[in-house]
Nanobody, 115 residues
Framework: QVQLVESGGGLVQPGGSLRLSCAAS????????MAWYRQVPGNQRELVAR???????NYADSVKGRFTISRDNAKKTVYLQMNSLKPEDTAVYYC?????????WGQGTQVTVSS
């Protein structure tokens, strides 16, 4: 099984920045895609950003140009750099990977954007 541990959430003002981190367990980190999702209470969880094992990325339209996903395979860690944050970005952010036919999720980290 895979364990994902997230950190970096917090309270920021509109226009501010945060960097989320997700540390993964396991020996096959390099070959699997990793993703960040977010969820607002009462809403469905939505894909924010994804990065493949070879570094290809894609983003939700709502965050393009503001968020950047990256990975450090030596540290088995995926990051989400969030710039120009908006109140609409407020959500619980989850790290995700699909490995061996199973989905794995982190515990979630709260991001609140408010003045």
């Amino acid at each position: 099984q895979v364990q994902l541990v997230e950190s970096g959430g917090g309270l920021v003002q509109p226009g501010g920045s945060l960097r989320l981190s997700c540390a993964a367990s396991g020996s096959f980190f390099r070959i699997y895609a990793m993703a960040w999702y977010r969820q607002v209470p009462g809403n469905q969880r939505e894909l924010v950003a994804r990065i493949t094992g070879d570094g290809s990325t894609n983003y939700a339209d709502s965050v393009k140009g503001r968020f950047t996903i990256s990975r450090d395979n030596a540290k088995k860690t995926v990051y989400l750099q969030m710039n120009s944050l908006k109140p609409e970005d407020t959500a619980v952010y989850y790290c995700n990977t699909n490995q061996g036919g199973n989905n794995y999720w982190g515990q979630g980290t709260q991001v609140t954007v408010s003045s």
